[in-house]
């Protein structure tokens, strides 16, 4: 009789991609070594991108010595971005000189979600050697990426004028001072999210980035997913408004100035 591990294994070639979706969820709460391989196969071959989403998240589950290399080529290479953005949030949970390098090589993405999701991995790590990069990325197409950038820049302690005037710039448009004051409910709303890599990365998807329906719904059940996997954390500070952004890098300059 096959144990849930087989059953699930063999689920992963199912004909219908919902259910092959559930088996590559299902597996990763298991952390039995028997699903590394079929979730590896499944991320490198099935054509459903819902199902390579959930096979790397649950190959974040084991130790990236198993997993590494091909979560890294998908990082880079798969063509549906909601793979490369969620594989930047595992490589930074795996950690390593090589999910650090992914993390970097994720701010050059063709995408903005995936810059996006890069970024707020580096503003979590608290890693100056990387400022540099992200002041190239101020002129980011995207102003959610901006503000992102700006905020990281600040964490790092590495703000100055021209952080200043790219979110003058920002604020200058409605609709950004907009979208941001949805980030900030959004948070709110969502304050009792889980353990950040996975939680941080999606709630940008489905925040400050404009996502079409099925995107948004696979993102939130991957969402749903990793609330499940992980524990409760201590609430962290809300996210600033832009106006409080703007606020918080010209005092931070004028400190920087009088030192």
Known sequence: MQDKVEELIGQLSDPDAEVRATAARRLGGHEDERAVGPLLDVLESDPSPKVRCFAVLSLGDFEWN??????????????????????????????????????VDALDDRHHMVRYAAVSAIKRRKDPIVAGKLFEMLDDDNSSVRINVCEALMELGAADDRVVQTLMELSAYPDVVQARDSVVGWHQAWKDMRRHPESAGMIAFMQGIPVNEKGSGVAREILEEAREKVGDVPDCEPPLTLPQMLEKARRLVADEGHD
Do not use: C, M, N, Q
């Open 66 to 103: 198993k997993t590494g290399e091909i979560l890294l080529r998908h990082l880079r290479e798969d063509p549906f971005e909601g793979v490369r953005w969620i594989s930047v949030t595992v490589a930074e949970r795996l950690g390593g000189a090589e999910g650090a390098r992914a993390v």
